[in-house]
């Protein structure tokens, strides 16, 4: 099969390339982010201290059983490896009496929760689909809103429209995020009913009504304020990055070239001027992929939402190192890849673009 | 070939067909209703359905801000584990909001009156008799037996979870299907046996369902738990909701008069209490004191509800010894005339009505709910003048001018060493307790003590030593935060702040009357407990090892139309859920 040269580079060799130099730097990533977070005051045996008061002997049991009582290294070994292949000591009387049952990171085995002893993968499973969920929904949303404000704002550059969606944008990266929510279920939730039903006229929070059999209604209910939440910033800036593209874009020689050629001024922003002005916005979106897993901590909390967000700060705040190392690693290995898409995508849209 | 605006006029079409689907299209059809007509105490509140209607149900809505870890009342981390577990699982002995211990699978609470306890004062060794009741059923229809008892113990004992009274015990043997013994170590004494099986820590699993094998913090009954209590657990979506419904087989006839409890998780404050002013919840757990302010206001569809006696007590706690070196006391807190300075200087009836806007209680000593309430502690005074006046005798005094005080004279500290200290909170109270340590910190500039505020994560604070916990490795100089014990009984919380050897003791502070009071409170002679709790009043009270300032409300903002919520200090307030109604 023959592959599109890529630059004068086959693509599968460049995509094989680039994952070849993920593999050393996710090393690093992640002794580094083990390290920081190891190192970092605080600790998981909190929870069995502050009200609970365990002798001694009881919280080097528990600490024995997350593996706390091995040194660092040791730690991010077994982590990274597993322990099935070491002896260990399991009763703390000095002497290894069995091997130990961890396969570590590499092999899948992301181990348990310090918290409810539950495996990291299924806490995991357990939200990220919600987190995709919501998260794809919002940017599919700022696409179709972003993308004509930038369009037109750039077209009638100066004209009310145009100073009125730059007023907007600079209002929306100025809100603070947390304020907004609050501020949206004030008023779609507290104070606007349903003229027919009576009730609030969008829930406060959740996925869906609790209780109640699958509805698509009810679920586009539900995110409604959650995605206006979570796209006002994003809006505010893609927009005026197209914006600023057009504008570079629709005054260009070839652009002044097709309206002498007598095409229609339709035809020229959308197959000439906006094909070229999207393609920095398209690594953007590239590069903003990783949140579709990581979610918006703001949006979960405020509208109640089971997402990887929570699941992160929970995590932090309560020391659960297995959880949040692999919210962590997990997240740089995303943030690694969709850099790699980008980087293709530029390539693929932008044939001057040159990758040694 | 579209033109510019057919899609326009398509946008607007399609945009009117959503706008009209979301005013239009109303919420799922609701299931669950409250009934119209309010049941009395006693009856449920759900009606024979008739043979082709829907039976109608009721339901409540209970408002957590945290994923609950367990159901387990010992692998415990938001607070929560133990309301959940109220709901499904029983234990031998519960607390009713007056401190009456009552009993839930005992048959009665053994006494040495009724010969449940036995006690030779010669061997110092005492044991204990508990009879189960006969007619509680698992929700599969198995018996709850003394076997079930054994097994949560011996699972407990298996993996190295602590509950109280756990070293004391030597072991615990079944004599019958429904009674089993519990044998103490010579030389302890162990004064609340009733809730050892009991309270807000312990609950009874099934030794039929439960995997022993996985181990008591792993096995299958955290998270699917088989229910002896008013609900079965039918779905828990994570960081979302859990879903109880009444359990056909509890033991309490006619119980649980609610057919169906929602536990829903609103991590924002607001949003809790936006849902609770629009109907959507019937319970909001532990509310900041803002909202408590609104469920108080009449006609508003909520109410406000608190327990009788109080538990967590805002507390300073004095490192004596300089942060960081447990060798070296500190130049100033080691003085107890500093530290009753200090005390004197905090107006804590204007922390109470302006701050926490009157959900707290002065409280100045340690054995302040009953029946240790006894002991005749005089409140202390606020009078800035008398603790700067102690203060100058103690031998700090401002020379300089620059409104600190220096050592001019003092016993600990090297001349001229100023009157400074870090003074740190923890984080996750919340805005409260931020204001509190701005004021306090205020009064004492007031009187001449500088300091620096600190605000700490919890998991920081009570982090182990080794993963440099500010409590536990003295690494801190004043701290404040509150704590309160469950159950009735001091006995545990005391040892555990004040005896010499705990670790603990986080202020360092050794008296060696005090340790024998403590261990001389560990008897079963009521009367005698009450005149050492009151020695150990006193000598609390003239050597402030800690120093108390009061305690919050034990509080829950309502539904108006829930009835029989009896918030509690001494067990979560799910537990009576079970006589819980509502009424329309």
């Given at each position: 099969?023959?592959?599109?040269?890529?630059?004068?580079?086959?693509?599968?060799?460049?995509?094989?390339?680039?994952?070849?130099?993920?593999?050393?730097?996710?090393?690093?990533?992640?002794?580094?982010?083990?390290?920081?977070?190891?190192?970092?005051?605080?600790?998981?045996?909190?929870?069995?201290?502050?009200?609970?008061?365990?002798?001694?002997?009881?919280?080097?049991?528990?600490?024995?059983?997350?593996?706390?009582?091995?040194?660092?290294?040791?730690?991010?070994?077994?982590?990274?490896?597993?322990?099935?292949?070491?002896?260990?000591?399991?009763?703390?009387?000095?002497?290894?009496?069995?091997?130990?049952?961890?396969?570590?990171?590499?092999?899948?085995?992301?181990?348990?929760?310090?918290?409810?002893?539950?495996?990291?993968?299924?806490?995991?499973?357990?939200?990220?689909?919600?987190?995709?969920?919501?998260?794809?929904?919002?940017?599919?949303?700022?696409?179709?809103?972003?993308?004509?404000?930038?369009?037109?704002?750039?077209?009638?550059?100066?004209?009310?429209?145009?100073?009125?969606?730059?007023?907007?944008?600079?209002?929306?990266?100025?809100?603070?995020?947390?304020?907004?929510?609050?501020?949206?279920?004030?008023?779609?939730?507290?104070?606007?009913?349903?003229?027919?039903?009576?009730?609030?006229?969008?829930?406060?929070?959740?996925?869906?009504?609790?209780?109640?059999?699958?509805?698509?209604?009810?679920?586009?209910?539900?995110?409604?304020?959650?995605?206006?939440?979570?796209?006002?910033?994003?809006?505010?800036?893609?927009?005026?990055?197209?914006?600023?593209?057009?504008?570079?874009?629709?005054?260009?020689?070839?652009?002044?070239?097709?309206?002498?050629?007598?095409?229609?001024?339709?035809?020229?922003?959308?197959?000439?001027?906006?094909?070229?002005?999207?393609?920095?916005?398209?690594?953007?979106?590239?590069?903003?992929?990783?949140?579709?897993?990581?979610?918006?901590?703001?949006?979960?909390?405020?509208?109640?939402?089971?997402?990887?967000?929570?699941?992160?700060?929970?995590?932090?705040?309560?020391?659960?190192?297995?959880?949040?190392?692999?919210?962590?690693?997990?997240?740089?290995?995303?943030?690694?890849?969709?850099?790699?898409?980008?980087?293709?995508?530029?390539?693929?849209?932008?044939?001057?673009?040159?990758?040694? | 070939?579209?033109?510019?605006?057919?899609?326009?006029?398509?946008?607007?079409?399609?945009?009117?067909?959503?706008?009209?689907?979301?005013?239009?299209?109303?919420?799922?059809?609701?299931?669950?209703?409250?009934?119209?007509?309010?049941?009395?105490?006693?009856?449920?509140?759900?009606?024979?359905?008739?043979?082709?209607?829907?039976?109608?149900?009721?339901?409540?809505?209970?408002?957590?801000?945290?994923?609950?870890?367990?159901?387990?009342?010992?692998?415990?981390?938001?607070?929560?584990?133990?309301?959940?577990?109220?709901?499904?699982?029983?234990?031998?002995?519960?607390?009713?909001?007056?401190?009456?211990?009552?009993?839930?699978?005992?048959?009665?609470?053994?006494?040495?009156?009724?010969?449940?306890?036995?006690?030779?004062?010669?061997?110092?060794?005492?044991?204990?008799?508990?009879?189960?009741?006969?007619?509680?059923?698992?929700?599969?229809?198995?018996?709850?037996?003394?076997?079930?008892?054994?097994?949560?113990?011996?699972?407990?004992?298996?993996?190295?979870?602590?509950?109280?009274?756990?070293?004391?015990?030597?072991?615990?043997?079944?004599?019958?299907?429904?009674?089993?013994?519990?044998?103490?170590?010579?030389?302890?004494?162990?004064?609340?046996?009733?809730?050892?099986?009991?309270?807000?820590?312990?609950?009874?699993?099934?030794?039929?369902?439960?995997?022993?094998?996985?181990?008591?913090?792993?096995?299958?009954?955290?998270?699917?738990?088989?229910?002896?209590?008013?609900?079965?657990?039918?779905?828990?979506?994570?960081?979302?909701?859990?879903?109880?419904?009444?359990?056909?087989?509890?033991?309490?006839?006619?119980?649980?008069?609610?057919?169906?409890?929602?536990?829903?998780?609103?991590?924002?404050?607001?949003?809790k209490q936006a849902m609770m002013l629009e109907g959507d919840a019937d319970l909001h757990y532990w509310p900041a004191e803002p909202a408590s302010d609104v469920y108080k206001e009449p006609g508003n569809g909520t109410k406000y509800a608190k327990s009788p006696t109080e538990r967590w007590v805002m507390r300073l706690i004095p490192n004596l010894y300089v942060k960081g070196d447990r060798e070296t006391i500190h130049p100033f807190i080691s003085d107890v005339r500093v530290r009753r300075a200090l005390r004197m200087a905090v107006d804590v009836d204007t922390i109470v009505n302006d701050i926490f806007l009157g959900y707290g209680v002065p409280v100045w000593n340690d054995f302040f709910r009953p029946p240790f309430n006894g002991c005749d502690i005089p409140r202390p005074e606020y009078d800035l003048e008398g603790a700067a006046a102690l203060l100058a005798e103690a031998g700090w005094t401002d020379t300089?001018?620059?409104?600190?005080?220096?050592?001019?004279?003092?016993?600990?500290?090297?001349?001229?060493?100023?009157?400074?200290?870090?003074?740190?909170?923890?984080?996750?109270?919340?805005?409260?307790?931020?204001?509190?340590?701005?004021?306090?910190?205020?009064?004492?500039?007031?009187?001449?003590?500088?300091?620096?505020?600190?605000?700490?994560?919890?998991?920081?604070?009570?982090?182990?030593?080794?993963?440099?916990?500010?409590?536990?490795?003295?690494?801190?100089?004043?701290?404040?935060?509150?704590?309160?014990?469950?159950?009735?009984?001091?006995?545990?919380?005391?040892?555990?702040?004040?005896?010499?050897?705990?670790?603990?003791?986080?202020?360092?502070?050794?008296?060696?009357?005090?340790?024998?009071?403590?261990?001389?409170?560990?008897?079963?002679?009521?009367?005698?407990?009450?005149?050492?709790?009151?020695?150990?009043?006193?000598?609390?009270?003239?050597?402030?090892?800690?120093?108390?300032?009061?305690?919050?409300?034990?509080?829950?903002?309502?539904?108006?139309?829930?009835?029989?919520?009896?918030?509690?200090?001494?067990?979560?307030?799910?537990?009576?859920?079970?006589?819980?109604?509502?009424?329309?």
């Open positions: 099969m023959n592959l599109p040269l890529f630059m004068g580079v086959n693509m599968g060799q460049y995509i094989v390339r680039r994952l070849l130099q993920a593999i050393p730097m996710l090393l690093l990533v992640s002794i580094v982010l083990f390290a920081l977070v190891n190192i970092a005051p605080g600790g998981p045996m909190s929870a069995y201290s502050r009200t609970n008061r365990m002798p001694e002997e009881n919280k080097e049991a528990i600490r024995r059983s997350f593996g706390l009582d091995k040194p660092l290294p040791v730690q991010y070994i077994v982590w990274l490896a597993g322990n099935d292949w070491m002896p260990v000591d399991t009763d703390g009387n000095g002497v290894t009496d069995s091997y130990g049952t961890r396969k570590g990171i590499l092999r899948g085995d992301f181990g348990f929760s310090y918290k409810n002893r539950e495996p990291v993968l299924d806490e995991i499973a357990a939200r990220l689909p919600n987190t995709i969920y919501l998260m794809t929904i919002t940017l599919l949303a700022v696409a179709v809103v972003a993308i004509p404000i930038g369009i037109i704002s750039a077209v009638k550059q100066y004209s009310a429209l145009d100073n009125t969606a730059t007023v907007l944008s600079f209002m929306g990266q100025a809100i603070p995020e947390f304020w907004l929510g609050l501020i949206l279920i004030i008023i779609f939730y507290s104070t606007l009913n349903n003229p027919i039903t009576g009730k609030a006229l969008l829930p406060a929070g959740g996925m869906s009504t609790i209780g109640a059999d699958f509805s698509i209604v009810d679920r586009i209910r539900h995110l409604i304020l959650p995605v206006t939440m979570g796209m006002v910033g994003w809006v505010a800036w893609y927009s005026r990055f197209l914006r600023s593209s057009m504008l570079e874009v629709i005054n260009q020689d070839y652009i002044r070239t097709a309206r002498a050629k007598g095409q229609v001024e339709r035809k020229v922003l959308y197959k000439h001027a906006l094909k070229n002005a999207l393609i920095p916005l398209v690594t953007m979106f590239a590069l903003d992929f990783p949140y579709i897993f990581a979610g918006s901590l703001y949006v979960e909390r405020i509208f109640s939402w089971p997402g990887m967000g929570r699941l992160f700060y929970d995590s932090a705040t309560s020391r659960d190192y297995p959880i949040l190392l692999a919210v962590l690693i997990i997240g740089a290995a995303i943030v690694i890849i969709s850099n790699l898409l980008a980087d293709i995508a530029y390539g693929f849209l932008d044939p001057r673009v040159r990758y040694d | 070939m579209l033109k510019i605006g057919h899609f326009k006029k398509l946008a607007l079409v399609v945009t009117l067909i959503l706008m009209a689907t979301l005013v239009f299209g109303c919420a799922p059809d609701e299931t669950l209703e409250a009934p119209t007509e309010a049941p009395s105490v006693g009856e449920p509140a759900t009606e024979e359905p008739a043979a082709d209607e829907p039976a109608v149900k009721t339901s409540i809505t209970i408002l957590i801000p945290d994923n609950p870890v367990a159901f387990n009342g010992i692998n415990t981390d938001t607070g929560y584990e133990q309301a959940l577990g109220e709901l499904v699982m029983l234990s031998l002995s519960e607390t009713d909001p007056n401190g009456n211990i009552i009993p839930e699978l005992a048959a009665e609470i053994p006494t040495l009156e009724n010969g449940g306890v036995t006690f030779d004062e010669e061997t110092w060794s005492m044991t204990v008799t508990w009879k189960l009741r006969e007619d509680v059923y698992w929700a599969d229809g198995e018996q709850v037996t003394a076997d079930d008892v054994i097994f949560t113990w011996d699972a407990l004992i298996e993996a190295d979870a602590w509950i109280a009274a756990m070293d004391y015990t030597e072991s615990v043997e079944r004599i019958d299907d429904f009674t089993f013994i519990v044998y103490y170590y010579e030389g302890y004494v162990f004064p609340y046996y009733p809730l050892q099986f009991g309270g807000e820590d312990f609950f009874v699993y099934a030794e039929h369902f439960c995997d022993a094998e996985a181990g008591f913090y792993e096995w299958n009954c955290d998270d699917q738990p088989l229910s002896s209590g008013p609900y079965i657990l039918e779905e828990w979506v994570d960081d979302d909701h859990l879903t109880f419904v009444r359990n056909p087989n509890y033991f309490e006839e006619g119980k649980p008069y609610i057919d169906q409890v929602i536990v829903q998780i609103v991590p924002e404050e607001p949003v300089d001018g620059d409104g600190i005080r220096e050592c001019h004279g003092c016993p600990n500290a090297a001349e001229g060493t100023v009157m400074f200290m870090e003074y740190a909170i923890y984080a996750e109270y919340g805005e409260t307790l931020e204001l509190t340590q701005q004021f306090i910190a205020e009064s004492w500039n007031a009187i001449g003590v500088d300091t620096e505020l600190q605000i700490i994560e919890g998991a920081i604070m009570w982090a182990e030593e080794e993963d440099g916990g500010t409590e536990i490795a003295g690494l801190f100089e004043m701290d404040m935060w509150d704590d309160g014990y469950p159950g009735t009984d001091p006995a545990d919380q005391i040892w555990t702040f004040y005896y010499s050897e705990s670790d603990w003791n986080y202020g360092r502070w050794a008296n060696e009357d005090m340790d024998v009071w403590i261990d001389e409170f560990y008897s079963l002679d009521e009367e005698y407990r009450l005149e050492v709790a009151c020695e150990m009043a006193s000598i609390l009270e003239d050597e402030l090892p800690q120093i108390l300032l009061f305690s919050t409300l034990e509080q829950h903002g309502l539904s108006e139309r829930l009835q029989g919520v009896l918030p509690s200090a001494n067990d979560p307030v799910t537990w009576n859920i079970a006589n819980w109604t509502l009424e329309e």
